[in-house]
């Protein structure tokens, strides 16, 4: 049973920076690609971020290039998601998922945490 469990949101002002924690358990993630996805009030679930743990490879939603960086720590089971310079804009509900294979283009995932609200004061 593959668990995920998001942490470290928060209230933050607008420019400001946070680091989001997911910690993986119930399977060796080396096969797998690890997502952010966040989801706005009224909005559809917009892409963030994906890792491949295996590799390293990575993809990142056109909003965030350039301001958010996705890793990975596999002593710790852990992928972070590190977010600078952020805006009220990206306030939103930010969950984590994965899914077996490489595939960081992939926008289908099969397993997914609760999530970590994520609040950017202007």
């Known amino acids: 049973q593959v668990q995920l469990v998001e942490s470290g949101g928060g209230l933050v002002q607008a420019g400001g920076s946070l680091r989001l924690s997911c910690v993986a358990s119930?399977?060796?993630?080396?096969?797998?690609?690890v997502g952010w996805f966040r989801q706005a009030p009224g909005k559809e679930r917009e892409f963030v971020a994906a890792?491949?743990?295996?590799?390293?490879?990575?993809d990142y939603g056109d909003s965030v290039k350039g301001r958010f960086t996705i890793s990975r720590d596999n002593a710790k089971n852990t992928v972070y998601l590190q977010m600078n310079s952020l805006k009220p804009e990206d306030t939103a509900v930010y969950c984590c998922?994965?899914?077996?294979?490489?595939?960081?283009?992939?926008?289908?995932?099969?397993?997914w945490g609760q999530g970590t609200q994520v609040t950017v004061s202007s």
């Open positions: 119930g399977r060796t993630f080396s096969s797998y690609t």
């Open positions: 890792i491949y743990w295996g590799g390293g490879s990575t």
């Open positions: 998922a994965a899914h077996l294979g490489l595939g960081v283009t992939r926008r289908t995932y099969d397993y």
